[in-house]
């Protein structure tokens, strides 16, 4: 038996100078995609003046401060809690509008979701509805206002209308009723993106200080992101992050070391839900 095997056209063969090309053409690519992180890692462990070598000062001096350590639980507990709420809040409403016909109004609400992906409302109307919902200097106003993204709502919705109808018939007809097809059917046939929809809303908690400058005045309530902005970006002294009993490192160093570790979480996460990307976003943008 025959095995047919599948040949490139003659112009499209690879030929030596278009293969050098692309191995240069990518390792210039990587070069300017992994220089700034070794030189800000590299400066995080520069030695203080006199001195040779790496050295750990700013780490050190950094998290003996207090601020840093303070501000990365804060971060660590508002990404848990917000992408536990926001991946358990989008999946349900995405089940419910996995057929609008079944639902009394469910297309206007489909509709009304879509229309936030092209019209939010502002800065000042935001505030002041955290301002009248009480949520103002608390963490909850860093997780409630956005719970759910439509995008990431329409990508699950898109994956659960890829589920064979005859499935959930099967599991009406067994007796099952909508949650038990949700948690017994939907949820397990969709890790896949549930996994990527749940590290798409963890980045955007994780980075997001816009919210905390705006709705936190406490300042032991500030995530790492917005200590980062606040004392790196924005050039505030750094003197409050540092252990006054010990010798000042390098502002430069202290500063990496601020971003270091504001990275280093995420970085983590993101090569476990890396091979999730393909499958999970292609389902929600191909698929209407």
Avoid: H
């Amino acid at each position: 038996m025959s095995v047919a095997v599948a040949v490139r056209p003659r112009w499209n063969q690879p030929t030596l100078t278009s293969t050098v090309l692309k191995a240069v053409v990518l390792a210039v690519t990587v070069v300017v995609m992994i220089y700034p992180f070794l030189y800000v890692i590299a400066q995080s462990f520069a030695a203080p003046p006199g001195e040779s070598g790496p050295s750990l000062d700013a780490y050190l001096s950094v998290l003996s401060g207090g601020i840093v350590v303070r501000a990365l639980l804060v971060s660590i507990g508002v990404t848990v809690v917000g992408t536990l709420l926001s991946v358990v809040l989008t999946i349900l409403l995405a089940f419910g509008l996995m057929n609008t016909r079944e639902v009394p109004g469910g297309r206007v609400i489909l509709y009304l979701v879509l229309f936030t992906m092209l019209f939010g409302a502002g800065i000042i109307p935001n505030y002041l509805l955290v301002k009248e919902l009480g949520l103002l200097d608390t963490y909850a106003s860093l997780i409630l206002p956005g719970a759910i993204s439509a995008f990431n709502m329409v990508v699950v919705r898109n994956f659960f209308q890829g589920i064979p109808a005859e499935l959930i018939e099967c599991a009406r007809i067994d007796g099952a009723n909508d949650w038990q097809i949700l948690s017994m059917i939907m949820v397990p046939l969709s890790k896949g993106v549930i996994a990527v929809v749940a590290l798409f809303y963890g980045v955007a908690y994780w980075n997001d200080f816009f919210s905390a400058m705006i709705y936190l005045n406490d300042t032991a309530k500030w995530p790492v992101q917005l200590v980062l902005n606040q004392y790196v970006l924005q050039g505030t002294p750094l003197t409050q992050l540092q252990n006054p009993a010990a010798p000042p490192p390098p502002a430069k160093s202290v500063q990496m070391a601020v971003v270091v570790l504001a990275t280093v979480p995420i970085l983590i996460v993101y090569p476990f839900l890396q091979r999730f990307f393909t499958k999970g976003v292609l389902t929600g943008a191909v698929k209407g």
